[in-house]
């Protein structure tokens, strides 16, 4: 117990007691010394520093027309860091780089956020003569985390992803990308201490697109700007299959070979898939063969018409598709499929035909009305008066029994 106490004493000593006695001792020299000339003109200067926790931190005090007087650092709490280029205070992170009448700079190394404040350069000049610098300590957040991430996800789940840093000073900014594309989430921020916990959260209705997805939750912070802070998931989605059935032949003909292909797409993968023809197995083995997703026919003849089924089943579920397969006789095709450029230019003529009989019964039916109005004025320019101009005009045969008499 008395070594222990003896110990404390002695730290207290060595860090408190003797910078403090070493400061009151240099300023009685100096308030001892008389006056310089000149030295009511002499000002310190200093700059405000921002340095990243763990860092080093470089305090430069300077003095333009220095009369050989000494310069000294303190701390926030006031204790002599150097006077000149005599070290007061027993820290081994606080070092001397420059010392000279005009200036006084120290380094201190292995910054953490308990040194952060006001430190103080002090002229002694009488009277002492000082300028103040505030050494900001930046706090590096820590390596992102994500939670709430289930493997696999279930189409159709809702989840919630969380992404979470500490240690960020000043507060850290989150941001969520989803394969690269940037998607907003829901910002929180939360003090501790001298530090901020951030936590954004992304909620999502799950897709079988999400299979595969890779989300990132990215760190932005003026501590990180050369080497950003990152964390990747990717999200595994469990979802029922899909079938489609594709062909090799678009008109198959008897003694061709075909091949038909299961695409099946689900997580877990539906392996293997099952062919049937008109709902039973298939009927002839040797000449139908089933690879995997594969139905192949060696030789096509008509006994292969029929509607063909492939099914597909994982945990989640079961699909299928048809295909109806129709074998042509080479014969009757010309050795070839329909024409199709053929068919497109007989469709093209008759839509042409159409509108060209269109136009022509239009204009036939236009300029006959025009006529139709012509005949029944002919006759009635010659005419003495408007009653034997209606009886001349052609057409108008009862014009003399539409006659009216006025008494």
Known sequence: MLTLNATLASYFYTNYCFPMLFHLFLYSLVSSSPLTPGSSGQHPLVQNQTVTEGRTAIMTCRVEYNDQTSLQWSNPTQQTLFFGNKKALRDN???????????????????????????????????????????????????????????????????????????????????????????????????????????????????????????????????????????????????????????????????????????????????????????????????????????????????????????????????????????YDPNAMGQRGPDHALIGGVVAVVVFVTLCLIIFLGRYLARHKGTYLTNEAKGADDAPDADTAIINAEGNTHAEGKKEYFI
Not at 96 to 125: H, P
Not at 185 to 203: C, D, M
Not at 250 to 279: H, I, M, R
Not at 317 to 322: D, Q, R
């Open 93 to 327: 992170r606080i070092e001397l780089v420059r010392a000279s009448w005009s200036e006084l700079t120290i380094s201190i190394s292995e910054i953490t956020l308990a040194d952060e404040g006001m430190y103080t350069c002090s002229l002694f000049t009488m009277p002492v003569k000082t300028a103040k610098a505030y050494l900001t300590v930046l706090g590096v957040p820590e390596k992102p985390e994500i939670d709430g991430l289930t493997k696999p996800a279930l189409e159709g789940d809702e989840i919630t992803l969380t992404c979470m840093t500490h240690g960020s000073k000043p507060a850290a900014n989150l941001r969520w990308f989803r394969n690269e594309k940037e998607i907003k989430g829901a910002k929180e921020v939360n003090a501790s201490g001298k530090t901020f916990t951030v936590t954004s959260s992304l909620q999502l209705l799950v897709d079988r697109d999400d299979d595969g997805a890779a989300y990132t939750c990215k760190v932005d912070h003026v501590a990180l700007l050369q080497t950003p802070q990152q964390t990747t998931e990717v999200l595994e989605v469990h979802y029922a299959p899909r079938v489609l059935i594709t062909q090799s032949l678009t008109f198959p003909q008897e003694g061709q070979y075909l091949k038909l292909e299961c695409v099946s797409k689900g997580n877990p993968s539906p392996d293997p898939v099952l062919w049937t023809k008109d709902g039973g197995e298939l009927p002839d083995l040797e000449r139908m063969i089933v690879q995997g997703r594969e139905l192949t026919f060696s030789a096509l003849n008509k006994t292969d018409n029929g509607t063909y089924r492939c099914v597909a089943s994982n945990h989640l579920g079961t699909s299928s598709a048809e295909y109806i397969l129709y074998v």
